[in-house]
Structures are given as structure tokens and as C-alpha cells.
């Protein structure tokens, strides 16, 4: 069984990373002459535009691979199925039960691969990414868009509500524009820091720059008036102060923040579940990130999907299409699952649906349909 694994993994694994490498090097070039156009506007060359090109591959890989994980491992078994080493493996003992055991391992390991590249190199080569735009553009600063937040307080003992503004965050992860809110119970407007800049601890300790710090003190006052003796009246009084530097604390740590500015696409599973947890407490809509953090999660099980749509075209006989048509076939399988993955997501915020079963449902789907395609090929094929 140690050969049958060795020889199945071997085939398949290289199937998959010949396809991956097509992909990415179609998918490099038309980055490249997407990058090649920008860099030309500011005199900044080729090479340059090239090493930004690089820097989105890990991206695309994490897009493509369960595509490429259908087209290899269909490309692979549909060869050994016509060149009849398969019906040999059949043979010598390779049951149905035990193929797809096999075939399941190999399906994780492609999964494991999927998961660190989408969560750990995506995240960390797009910020590379956006820091060497500006260095060679030379702006000043690479920005990406802002948020409005919320947090909520005790403060001696009474709840302070607080709507925070940020305008835009650069590739540092410094904050820009920064405006701070503060309402009392009543909903009454009591304080409101303008910074320039921002810098937010793991903790919640913001770091406030070039601060105005406006606060409206209420006041009460008696009335000189003999008909309203004893009224009292409440006037506010307006009070700015300029400060160099504030320390603010909140319950919104640099975690929440990055991942408030970031679109929802280009978080990591961790930075989505963080930002759905802060959106509940803070009574927020929080049904589209929501449906991201479970397609997110559930994306790299993807691959599992793929390999059972492969695993059938290994049952069929070599007359019933050549490996081109096959392949074919696993294309168009591949950009329908895609297809049908992105728009259950979108049908799913427009309808309210439950998260987990939007983005679970069109893997299911296909992994039923390519189970049952697998069952009928293995009693009547």
C-alpha cells in the first residue's frame, strides 16, 4: 500500500503544482502589465513592476488552488484510468472505500497548504505590497479606506457611548484623521478629540498626536427672571484645548482596527471573527462579514470538494473521452463551483441568510454530487 500511496501522491501532487504554475504565471503576466502601466506614469521601470507583480501571487495561489487540486488530480487519474494502471491498482486490491481514504489525505495536506497561505502569507504580502507602492511612487503614504466604529464605556459610573471616525490607516498601521465622539446616557454629545494621528496597542491604548480636545460642560444657573424664581436653566460651555499628545484608552485594540479598515476579502480568519464579535456586542449589521468568516474558514475544505469530483473520472474507461475532454470537464466543474459559491454568498446577504449554511451549502452540494457520481460509476461501471 506504501507503493499505491507513493505513486497516486506523486502523480497527483506534481499534476496539481504543473497546473498551480500555468495559473500563476498567466495570472503574474497580466499583473505585470497592469503594474508596468502605473510604474511607467512615475519613471520607476520594470524590474519594479515585476517585484509588485510578485507580491500578489500568493494571493491568486490562495484563489486558485482547490481549482488547480480538481483540474491536476483529473488530469492525473483520467491518465492512469487510460493508460489502465488504475484498473491494475483496482486489481491488486485498491478498493473504492480505500481510493477515496487515500485520496482524502492528500485533500487535507492541500487543504493545510491552502489555509497558511490564505491567513498567513496573503495578509502579510499584500501589506508588503502596499509599503513598496508608495516607496516607488513616492507618495508619502500608502492608504487604505476608513471606518466609522463604536465602543462603549464606564465612566465613574455612568455609560459613555463613543462613534469613532478613522479617515484612512497606512501600511504602517498608523491611523489618519482621527475624530472621537463621546455621548453620554441621553445620547448627548460631551466631548470630541480630533487627532491627526493614531497608534493602537494589542491592549486597547490609543496613542493620540496633534490633538484638539473639545468638551461641552454643562453648567446650571439661575434665571433672573421673578416669574421662573427657583428654575434653574442648564447652559453648555464650549471648552477646546490643543495637546501635543493624549493617551486614550478603549476596548478597541489594533486587531479590530486593522481589521475594520481592511476590506472583509483580505482578512484573515482571525481578523473576521474578532470583527464580527466586536460588530454583536456593539449591536452592528454583521451578517456580511459574517458570511466571509465562514467562506474564509471553510474555503480551504475546498479541497476535499475537488478531489471527490476527481476521484470519478478515475472509474471511467478510456474510450469514454480522451484526458482533454476530461480536463475540460473539470474546468468548466471548477468555474461552476466558483460561480455558485459567490453567488449563494451574495443571495445570502441579500436574504438574511445563516452564515455558515451560505457559505457551507455549495461545497456540500458538489461533494454530494460527486459522491453519488462516484457510487454509481463504482456498481455499474
Known amino acids: ?81 487510460q ?20 485520496l482524502a489525505y492528500l485533500a487535507a495536506a492541500f487543504a493545510a497548504l491552502t489555509f497558511l497561505v490564505g491567513d498567513l502569507a496573503v495578509p502579510y504580502f499584500d501589506l508588503q505590497a502596499d509599503t513598496m507602492r508608495a516607496r516607488f511612487v513616492g507618495a508619502a503614504e500608502q492608504t487604505r479606506r476608513g471606518a466609522w466604529l463604536k465602543d462603549h464605556q464606564l465612566i465613574d459610573g455612568q455609560e459613555r457611548s463613543f462613534s469613532i471616525n478613522v479617515s484612512q490607516a497606512d501600511a504602517s498601521g498608523r491611523l489618519q484623521g482621527v475624530r472621537i465622539f463621546e455621548f453620554d446616557h441621553a445620547g448627548g454629545l460631551v466631548a470630541r478629540l480630533a487627532a491627526s494621528h493614531a497608534m493602537v496597542d494589542a491592549k486597547g491604548f490609543w496613542r493620540l498626536s496633534d490633538v484638539t480636545q473639545t468638551e461641552w460642560v ?37 486587531g479590530v482596527i486593522a481589521a475594520a479598515v481592511l476590506p472583509a476579502a483580505s482578512m484573515s480568519t482571525l481578523e473576521l471573527y474578532r470583527y464580527t464579535q466586536h460588530l454583536s456586542a456593539q449591536e452592528q449589521s454583521a451578517q456580511v462579514h459574517k ?13 476535499f470538494v475537488m478531489v471527490a469530483l476527481a476521484l470519478p473520472f478515475a472509474y471511467l474507461h478510456g474510450r469514454a473521452g480522451g484526458i482533454s475532454l476530461k480536463v475540460f470537464g473539470g474546468i468548466m466543474l471548477g468555474i461552476s463551483f466558483v460561480l455558485l459559491n459567490n453567488v449563494a454568498g451574495h443571495v445570502g446577504i441579500l436574504q438574511n441568510w445563516v452564515p455558515w449554511l451560505v457559505a457551507t451549502g455549495p461545497s456540500l452540494f458538489y461533494l454530494a454530487l460527486s459522491l453519488a457520481a462516484f457510487g454509481w460509476l463504482v456498481r455499474y461501471r
Open 83 to 102: 493508460s489502465s494502471e488504475f484498473t491494475i491498482l483496482r486489481t491488486g486490491g485498491l478498493g473504492p472505500g480505500r481510493a477515496l481514504g487515500l
Open 218 to 254: 454643562s453648567v446650571s444657573d439661575k434665571v433672573n427672571s421673578p416669574a421662573s424664581v427657583g428654575d434653574k436653566e442648564t447652559l453648555r460651555v464650549v471648552r477646546e484645548t490643543k495637546l501635543a499628545e493624549l493617551n486614550w484608552k478603549s476596548s478597541l485594540h489594533a
Open 1 to 81: 500500500m506504501k507503493t499505491v500511496r507513493r505513486l497516486l501522491y506523486r502523480d497527483i501532487v506534481g499534476s496539481v503544482f504543473f497546473v498551480s504554475l500555468a495559473f500563476l504565471s498567466l495570472f503574474f503576466f497580466i499583473d505585470f502589465i497592469d503594474e508596468l502601466d502605473n510604474m511607467r506614469r512615475v519613471e520607476a521601470g520594470a524590474f519594479k513592476a515585476a517585484l509588485l507583480a510578485l507580491m500578489d501571487i500568493p494571493g491568486h495561489f490562495y484563489q486558485l488552488f482547490p481549482i488547480a487540486v480538481l483540474i491536476g488530480s483529473i488530469y492525473s487519474l483520467a491518465g492512469m484510468a
Open 291 to 303: 458570511i466571509q468568516f465562514w467562506r474564509k474558514a471553510i474555503y480551504p475544505f475546498a479541497c
